[in-house]
């Protein structure tokens, strides 16, 4: 964003703005475009992000798992936490050729596979509460949808994992499982995405055992 911009959202003076800006730069908060003159996050908030990733069980436990599992699979390979209603992909290992997925995304749980599959177990009143959360939002989750979803998040809930196809991005399927705390809790998902041609009955087969060994793999290194 430029100095204009950021003025307008705060609704402040641009010369206080400026100033504002300039001790977030210097204390590298943020970075600002020398060609543009335009900011972003800066070094600071970056080396902050990736402590408390590190700090986090779930993502600690999950780096070579992950590894192995986009190896195994030859396709890209990532991880998505729980955040309230939402999910934030933790860490992502992406194939030649396969799937982007960028680390750092927010979606609403119920707008991806991998994030439908922590929705789907989640229990009692979180799991109500959520439902109803998306409900209420009818642009991005009209009636149609939240019906489908009860049947899909029940599908899920009976296999044990999820596999379809991505609601934005068609041609993408995704295979994804539960991560849970020693106590049943799901705190987050393993997940693996490709291009649906790359999928053989084969494929799926190998697939789906590779993401499931991989959640549990997690899941135990968990600590209580």
Do not use: W
Not at 99 to 121: E, K, N
Not at 160 to 172: D, I, P, T, V, Y
Request: glycine share 6%; proline share 4%; hydrophobic share 40%.
């Amino acid at each position: 964003l430029g100095v204009t911009e950021i003025s307008k959202k705060l609704g402040l003076a641009k010369s206080t703005v400026s100033r504002m800006l300039t001790t977030l730069v210097d204390e590298s908060i943020l970075a600002r475009d020398d060609d543009s003159g335009r900011y972003r996050l800066g070094p600071l908030l970056l080396e902050l992000g990736l402590v408390v990733s590190e700090l986090n069980p779930v993502v600690s436990n999950s780096e070579s798992v992950l590894q192995s599992l986009r190896d195994a699979t030859e396709e890209s390979a990532y991880l998505l936490l729980r955040d309230g209603c939402d999910s934030v992909c933790a860490a992502s290992y992406e194939s030649k050729g396969g799937a982007h997925v960028r680390t750092g995304v927010r979606l609403p749980l119920a707008d991806s596979v991998c994030g439908m599959t922590i929705l789907a177990f989640l229990e009692g009143d979180e799991f109500d509460n959520a439902l109803r959360y998306y409900a209420a939002n009818h642009c991005a989750f009209p009636p149609q949808y939240m019906e489908n979803l009860g049947l899909t998040l029940a599908e899920i809930q009976n296999n044990g994992h999820a596999f379809h196809e991505e609601r934005k991005s068609s041609g993408l399927i995704t295979v994804a499982c539960p991560i849970f705390t020693p106590r049943g809790a799901v705190v987050a998902a393993v997940a693996v995405t490709s291009p649906a041609q790359r999928f053989t009955q084969s494929t799926q087969s190998h697939i789906l055992h590779a993401v499931s060994k991989a959640a549990q793999q997690i899941s135990r290194k968990l600590p209580s």
